[in-house]
Nanobody, 119 residues
Framework: QVQLVESGGGLVQPGGSLRLSCAAS????????MGWYRQAPGKQRELVAS???????KYATSVKGRFTISREYAKNTVYLQMNGLKPEDTAVYYC?????????????WGQGTQVTVSS
């Protein structure tokens, strides 16, 4: 059973910003690395950003310098601040828990949140 709820997507013009949120249970949030993924039409799902319990962050090359991942322990929530959005950022964004094996903790994905960048 997926215990992650994504929100915050929408339609934005190129160059605009959005902040995505992913709420998790305390047990999951405090114990695991959290990650944001995205899947564009006709493309494979990719890991966009991740953050460990020690706040170490990693980003895909395509979003480095534009996206910022963070986590708020008081709310058991991980955020993805997206600035300088481009049309190629259009995708459904999901959160999940990336594992060292390259797989994810939840094999059933949540509903995701749609991000559309268009003028």
């Amino acid at each position: 059973q997926v215990q992650l709820v994504e929100s915050g997507g929408g339609l934005v013009q190129p160059g605009g910003s959005l902040r995505l949120s992913c709420a998790a249970s305390r047990t999951i949030f405090s114990a695991y690395t959290m990650g944001w993924y995205r899947q564009a039409p006709g493309k494979q799902r990719e890991l966009v950003a991740s953050i460990t319990t020690g706040d170490n962050k990693k980003y895909a090359t395509s979003v480095k310098g534009r996206f910022t991942i963070s986590r708020e322990y008081a709310k058991n929530t991980v955020y993805l601040q997206m600035n300088g959005l481009k049309p190629e950022d259009t995708a459904v964004y999901y959160c999940n828990l990336p594992l060292p094996s390259g797989k994810v903790f939840y094999t059933t994905w949540g509903q995701g949140t749609q991000v559309t960048v268009s003028s």
